[in-house]
């Protein structure tokens, strides 16, 4: 059974940073897209930035674009390091995988979700 487990979520002050991981299990995830997207309240789950498992094609939302990094630790681990945080960034977070080939920034392109980990930036 394939799972996803997001952690790494809490409450930050302004300006501060977190690493968000996401733990894939069930089978390999070698080969797999992981995309990170969040979702504030009353708004609409939004695309954070997407990356190969081969770590070869990194994609981010104009909106993170220099403040958040995604990273692979390893075949089943990706983390998302975010930093110099704003109220704004306020969301729910979280990864998606999928085994189709290429950078998706739309939820349907993808099969797999996790429950998502909180971030509260604080003004």
């Known amino acids: 059974q394939v799972q996803l487990v997001e952690s790494g979520g809490g409450l930050v002050q302004a300006g501060g940073s977190l690493r968000l991981s996401c733990a894939a299990s069930g089978r390999t995830f070698s080969s797999d897209t992981m995309g990170w997207f969040r979702q504030a309240p009353g708004k609409e789950r939004e695309f954070v930035g997407a990356t190969r498992w081969s770590g070869a094609s990194t994609y981010y939302a104009e909106v993170v674009e220099g403040r958040f990094r995604i990273s692979r630790v390893n075949a089943n681990t990706v983390n998302l390091q975010v930093n110099s945080l704003t109220p704004e960034d306020t969301a729910v977070y979280y990864c998606?995988?999928?085994?189709?080939?290429?950078?998706?920034?739309?939820?349907?392109?993808?099969?797999?979700w996790g429950q998502g980990t909180q971030v509260t930036v604080s003004s």
């Open positions: 998606a995988a999928t085994p189709k080939y290429g950078i998706f920034r739309v939820t349907t392109q993808y099969d797999y």
